[in-house]
């Protein structure tokens, strides 16, 4: 994901009679004194805007509503707002792989969020964001592409300090994700965001973080504004241990419950309870970084049995001394199917809340039943262009069961069909940060498809995706 960069301002001053040194020396002392603008952050509650108290900060306009003091003693206590708007331009001549009647489309999808963070010193906030999701021009409207206004977050946080650690609370409906977000993720992917109507703690000491949830996982309805909901028909909730082994080195062990009634598989329905186990971890060091995640899932869905698996890995080795910083990398992933769909256990994997974009942003294919690996290049141009080119192949883990799109829809009529091979694609994608506030992205991918798509009916997909993004 990118991170929008803000730059630092300095403010230089010299007296006009000081000599050339004491000058340089008063500007370079002055420059480094001057604060910092905060960056718009992938979490906007995250930002903290009582740097523009300080009268030497660098100012933009509407800074009157970015900070809006509270109180005359604490300039920890005031009010903020700000926006999103993302809009992207997506071309698919193959959704579902043409499978099932569907038809090429071109379409926008739009979302506009709005905030109001209020910070009652540096214990208390109270966060509020509204969002308004449109998708013209697209036929086949899915609950993760239109929610035309509804409240997206609104959640108390407290921070205190405790025994020597801080201790984070988070009430009320907000976004949650872990990681790279392959599992739990906000869906920034998609259009309509995931929220959670749920309750949050963390607590960190020294190397150590500890995070315990219980969440409704919200759900988008879109029948008229304010009518999103969550309910104990869906929940999802658990505890995970963290530590920090190094400067750059983490791992971290999650244990999950995630339960929904009326679920439906292809050789299973009822109601559903998986015990989750997820080891994860992350670092980086003379150049190699590396992300591993194993996820086993237990539990029963009606009367059958459920034991399934994932694996997700991205690698690389990056040349800093090279010219336009090459990065080399490798992503291998796995997801367990349903080996035998007439006995009394399912083994395909639920990939829960995943974020849409991990294997690409055309959704040609899920986190299920599949294993995927793929190459790529990355090339940094400048200092605000990425460049990545990517080619993967792709397998069905078992071929008793189906092929799957994004998130975990099966593809009719490929579950049971001989061909393990599921097919090939290429990638491009670009990343440029425009400026502080405006980003832009290109991605498009081309899939081949393997004989069991064919035989089912589809055929080879092409996607483009442009995109743009401001933040204020």
Same mark, same amino acid.
């Given at each position: 994901?990118?991170?929008?960069?803000?730059?630092?301002?300095?403010?230089?001053?010299?007296?006009?009679?000081?000599?050339?040194?004491?000058?340089?020396?008063?500007?370079?002392?002055?420059?480094?004194?001057?604060?910092?603008?905060?960056?718009?952050?992938?979490?906007?509650?995250?930002?903290?805007?009582?740097?523009?108290?300080?009268?030497?900060?660098?100012?933009?306009?509407?800074?009157?509503?970015?900070?809006?003091?509270?109180?005359?003693?604490?300039?920890?206590?005031?009010?903020?707002?700000?926006?999103?708007?993302?809009?992207?331009?997506?071309?698919?001549?193959?959704?579902?792989?043409?499978?099932?009647?569907?038809?090429?489309?071109?379409?926008?999808?739009?979302?506009?969020?709005?905030?109001?963070?209020?910070?009652?010193?540096?214990?208390?906030?109270?966060?509020?964001?509204?969002?308004?999701?449109?998708?013209?021009?697209?036929?086949?409207?899915?609950?993760?592409?239109?929610?035309?206004?509804?409240? &997206?977050? /609104?959640?108390?946080? @407290?921070?205190?300090?405790?025994?020597?650690?801080?201790?984070? $609370?988070?009430?009320?409906?907000?976004?949650?994700?872990?990681?790279?977000?392959?599992?739990?993720?906000?869906?920034?992917?998609?259009?309509?965001?995931?929220?959670?109507?749920?309750?949050?703690?963390?607590?960190?000491?020294?190397?150590?973080?500890?995070?315990?949830?219980?969440?409704?996982?919200?759900?988008?309805?879109?029948?008229? /504004?304010?009518?999103?909901?969550?309910?104990?028909?869906?929940?999802?909730?658990?505890?995970?241990?963290?530590?920090?082994?190094?400067?750059?080195?983490?791992?971290?062990?999650?244990?999950?419950?995630?339960?929904?009634?009326?679920?439906?598989?292809?050789?299973?329905?009822?109601?559903?309870?998986?015990?989750?186990?997820?080891?994860?971890?992350?670092?980086?060091?003379?150049?190699?970084?590396?992300?591993? &995640?194993?996820?086993?899932?237990?539990?029963?869905?009606?009367?059958?049995? @459920?034991?399934?698996?994932?694996?997700?890995?991205?690698?690389?080795?990056?040349?800093?001394?090279?010219?336009?910083?090459?990065?080399?990398?490798?992503?291998?992933?796995? /997801?367990?199917?349903?080996?035998?769909?007439?006995?009394?256990?399912?083994?395909?994997?639920?990939?829960?809340?995943?974020?849409?974009?991990?294997?690409?942003?055309?959704?040609?294919?899920?986190?299920?039943?599949?294993?995927? $690996?793929?190459?790529?290049?990355?090339?940094?141009?400048?200092?605000?262009?990425?460049?990545?080119?990517?080619?993967? /192949?792709?397998?069905? &883990?078992?071929?008793?069961?189906?092929?799957?799109?994004?998130?975990?829809?099966?593809?009719?009529?490929?579950?049971?069909?001989?061909?393990?091979?599921?097919?090939?694609?290429?990638?491009?994608?670009?990343?440029?940060?425009?400026? &502080?506030?405006?980003?832009?992205?290109?991605?498009?991918?081309?899939?081949?498809?393997?004989?069991?798509?064919?035989?089912?009916?589809?055929?080879?997909?092409?996607?483009?995706? $442009?995109?743009?993004?401001?933040?204020?």
């Amino acid at each position: 994901m990118t991170r929008w960069r803000t730059i630092a301002i300095g403010l230089i001053g010299a007296g006009a009679l000081a000599s050339p040194a004491s000058a340089a020396d008063s500007a370079a002392a002055i420059d480094s004194a001057a604060p910092t603008r905060p960056t718009i952050e992938f979490n906007r509650w995250q930002e903290d805007w009582s740097v523009l108290a300080n009268p030497a900060a660098p100012r933009e306009p509407f800074d009157d509503l970015k900070y809006i003091p509270l109180s005359a003693t604490d300039p920890q206590t005031y009010l903020s707002f700000g926006a999103d708007l993302r809009e992207r331009f997506e071309g698919n001549d193959a959704p579902n792989f043409g499978v099932g009647g569907a038809h090429p489309e071109d379409y926008v999808i739009s979302r506009l969020e709005a905030h109001a963070d209020l910070h009652l010193g540096s214990h208390v906030q109270v966060f509020t964001q509204l969002q308004s999701d449109f998708a013209p021009w697209k036929t086949k409207l899915t609950p993760v592409d239109q929610d035309r206004l509804d409240l &997206e977050q /609104a959640f108390v946080a @407290i921070t205190e300090s405790v025994g020597g650690g801080t201790l984070k $609370v988070r009430l009320g409906r907000q976004q949650i994700a872990f990681d790279l977000q392959r599992f739990i993720s906000v869906r920034d992917g998609p259009n309509v965001r995931q929220s959670y109507d749920a309750a949050w703690a963390d607590y960190e000491r020294g190397p150590w973080r500890l995070t315990s949830f219980y969440s409704l996982p919200v759900q988008n309805r879109d029948l008229r /504004a304010f009518d999103d909901y969550s309910s104990r028909h869906l929940t999802y909730g658990g505890a995970r241990i963290e530590r920090k082994l190094s400067r750059t080195a983490h791992i971290a062990v999650t244990y999950s419950v995630f339960t929904q009634d009326h679920s439906r598989f292809l050789s299973a329905s009822g109601n559903e309870r998986r015990d989750v186990v997820d080891v994860h971890t992350w670092g980086a060091d003379a150049g190699v970084d590396w992300d591993l &995640e194993a996820m086993n899932q237990t539990g029963h869905i009606g009367p059958k049995h @459920i034991e399934a698996w994932a694996f997700g890995s991205l690698a690389g080795y990056t040349l800093s001394g090279v010219r336009w910083t090459p990065r080399l990398g490798l992503q291998v992933d796995a /997801a367990s199917g349903d080996r035998n769909p007439h006995d009394h256990l399912l083994g395909t994997f639920n990939p829960l809340f995943p974020n849409g974009y991990y294997v690409t942003l055309s959704g040609y294919t899920g986190f299920v039943n599949f294993v995927h $690996v793929k190459p790529s290049l990355t090339l940094h141009p400048t200092k605000t262009l990425k460049l990545m080119l990517a080619a993967a /192949a792709q397998w069905r &883990e078992t071929t008793a069961d189906a092929v799957y799109t994004q998130p975990d829809i099966p593809i009719a009529g490929t579950a049971g069909r001989p061909g393990a091979y599921t097919g090939t694609y290429g990638q491009f994608r670009a990343d440029w940060q425009v400026s &502080e506030h405006v980003a832009a992205a290109v991605e498009a991918v081309h899939f081949e498809v393997g004989d069991a798509i064919r035989a089912a009916g589809g055929h080879n997909g092409d996607y483009l995706g $442009v995109e743009l993004k401001f933040g204020w």
